[in-house]
Nanobody
Framework: QVQLVESGGGLVQPGESLRLSCAASGLIFRISTMGWYRQTPGKQREVVATITTDGSTNYADSVKGRFTISRDNAKNTVYLQMNGLKPEDTAVYSC?????????WGQGTQVTVSS
């Protein structure tokens, strides 16, 4: 059974930073490319960053140079370091397999960027 537990969100001002964590259980984490996704009301969920099992990363253009994805395979955890946050980064952030996410999603973590 897969579990995905995201944490680390919060309310920050523009330009500040947050570090998100996603603890995953199950074999799926150890053999999968993982991604961080975000969603705002009325919009389709989008993938912002992905990381392969050997650490290769890819980013959406909107976050490139500001966000960094990493993973600790020993802890079954994937991280998203977000620097230089902007109001348009406000969303619920979730992690899942990428590019084909599982039907199961965790509760996500809310990130709000506002002055």
């Amino acid at each position: 059974q897969v579990q995905l537990v995201e944490s680390g969100g919060g309310l920050v001002q523009p330009g500040e930073s947050l570090r998100l964590s996603c603890a995953a259980s199950g074999l799926i984490f150890r053999i999968s490319t993982m991604g961080w996704y975000r969603q705002t009301p009325g919009k389709q969920r989008e993938v912002v960053a992905t990381i392969t099992t050997d650490g290769s990363t890819n980013y959406a253009d909107s976050v490139k140079g500001r966000f960094t994805i990493s993973r600790d395979n020993a802890k079954n955890t994937v991280y998203l370091q977000m620097n230089g946050l902007k109001p348009e980064d406000t969303a619920v952030y979730s992690c899942n397999r990428a590019p084909n996410p599982l039907n199961y999603w965790g509760q996500g973590t809310q990130v709000t960027v506002s002055s």
